[in-house]
C-alpha cells in the first residue's frame, strides 16, 4: 500500500501565542510544572492515568518528544500552554494526527487529528481551555490542512463538554458506558469533531 503524505510539521513556528497563552513543544524542563498538576488526583479523575510520579512524568515528556519528530508515522504533538503574564507553564495540551480511514483500494491522502488538554486547577474557570483548543483547532485546519478533528470527553466531566462546545465542536455521539471509571462507575463517552468545512476561525 502507498505510503500517504503527511502534514508538513515544519510549517509550524513557535511559539503559537494567543491573547493569553503560549504555545510551545514540551521540554525536559517542564517536567516539575507538568508534575506540579498531574499529579493531582482532581486532575486525573478523567485522564487514561492515575496520578503521576516525577519520573514517570519526565517519560512520557521524553516519548512525547519521540513522538513529535516529523518522520514519526503518525506524530503526535504535546504542548506546554505558558500563561503570558506570568511565563509558568500552566498546562499542556496534544494534538494527535493519523491518516483517515479508507475503506477503498486507493488510501486517502487526508490526515485527520485529535485534541486534548490538561490545566493546572488553580488556573480552572478561567477560559485557558477553550483559549489553547481555538488555537489547536487554527494548528489542525489552517497550518496542517486536516480535513476532520475529535475530541472526546467522558458525560460527566462538565467542564471539558462545556470547553468543546465552546469553541465550536459539534456534538457527534454518546457511547454509553464506555469505560471503567477511577471510582469503579461505567462512563459515558462524549465525542466531539469538526469537518474542515465547518470551522469558523
Known sequence: MAL?????????????????????PLTLDDVDAIWAFRRLPEVVVHLSHDVLSRDEVRDRIAAHIERGRPEV?????????????????????????????SITRTPSDEWEGTIGYALHPDRH????????????????FRDLGLRRITADAYADNVASNRVLRRIGMRHESTVLA??????GTWLDDNTWALLREEWRP
Request: glycine share 8%; hydrophobic share 40%; aromatic share 2%.
Open 4 to 24: 500517504v503524505p503527511r502534514p508538513d510539521l515544519a510549517r509550524l513556528t513557535w511559539p503559537r501565542t494567543t491573547d493569553r497563552l503560549e504555545l510551545r
Open 73 to 101: 508515522a503518525e506524530p503526535r504533538l504535546e504542548l506546554a500552554v505558558v500563561e503570558r503574564r506570568t511565563g509558568r507553564v500552566v498546562g499542556d495540551v496534544m494534538l494527535r494526527l493519523e491518516p483517515s480511514h
Open 125 to 140: 474557570g478561567r477560559g485557558y481551555a477553550a483559549e489553547a483548543a481555538t488555537e489547536l483547532l487554527a494548528m489542525g
Open 178 to 183: 464506555k469505560s471503567l471509571g477511577k471510582d
